[in-house]
């Protein structure tokens, strides 16, 4: 399924979480899903944490890429962008704040749950969830700030 | 070199980020230098951003590890374990902050510097910053909870 990272700029499609180009890394999917925004994953079993549960970085990049991907969406659903080619807007993580409220297994896909809390210019507040068989194991806020178009281009 | 990491019971030591016995996991080792707390680390090609960048996952992912493997230490110190076999405590992340202050750049030694704020009971809170080329790039605060010695064990 096609998510707001395949259209991105290929310079900014690397990423190790959710760059298409990345073939080394996470390649995460983000989409709206009503009007939350939505990106599943299912962990490896190297991903562990303690045996059985799942590596608290591995949930913090899950969050950071959902909450750039989220922001990105929202950017774009303001603008009246149609991602129709690599037109998508592309955001950077500022802040990213991880709490984890329980051990997440380590097996079940997971779902990402965002919600844009505030768009202000290039700026977009996301609030996330983790759920893993039903349950909430972690929540998070990224703070994303938009790069401009010609950042980091070759 | 030896971290503290090294100390952890081998029920402990599958940790993607700072297990030892995690083959396909970054190995992070953390120690005492002087009275701080010092990771390192050099991010491999696929590790990237933004290209020419270090991911952001990854470095909460470094900030997170450096954290548990501080707490550790504090714990261990407080206690006065001598750590001569897998006696070290284990403590997991209750919450995570991670600030990204200037793009970290791919390629040089990252240096995770740690500061410990509190000891209190089995709750331990740390102030990490990033450094690249002698700059701090990303600042950082983990708040790690000691788990039980038999949470996880076979």
Same mark, same amino acid.
């Given at each position: 399924m096609n998510g707001i990272q395949d259209y991105y700029p290929d310079h900014f499609a690397h990423c190790h979480g959710c760059g298409r180009l990345n073939h080394q890394g996470l390649q995460l999917k983000t /989409?709206? /899903? &009503? /009007?939350?925004?939505?990106?599943?994953? #299912?962990?490896?079993?190297?991903?562990?944490? #303690?045996?059985?549960f799942v590596y608290g970085g591995l949930l913090a990049s899950l969050i950071d890429?959902? &909450?750039? &991907?989220?922001?990105?969406?929202?950017?774009?659903? +303001?603008? &009246? #962008? +149609?991602?129709?080619? $690599? /037109?998508?807007?592309?955001?950077?993580?500022?802040?990213? $704040?991880v709490n984890f409220k329980k051990a997440t297994p380590l097996g079940p896909e997971l779902q990402i749950r965002g919600t844009i809390k505030e768009v202000k210019g290039r700026k977009v507040v996301i609030e996330a969830e983790v759920i893993a068989n039903g349950e909430v194991c972690v929540t998070g806020e990224v703070v994303a700030v938009e790069v401009p178009e010609n950042f980091g281009a070759r």
């Open positions: /989409n709206w /899903n &009503g /009007n939350e925004t939505l990106t599943t994953f #299912i962990p490896l079993p190297h991903h562990t944490a #303690i045996p059985g890429c959902h &909450g750039t &991907g989220s922001a990105a969406l929202a950017l774009a659903r +303001e603008r &009246g #962008i +149609e991602l129709t080619q $690599h /037109n998508a807007p592309r955001c950077v993580t500022a802040s990213l $704040h």
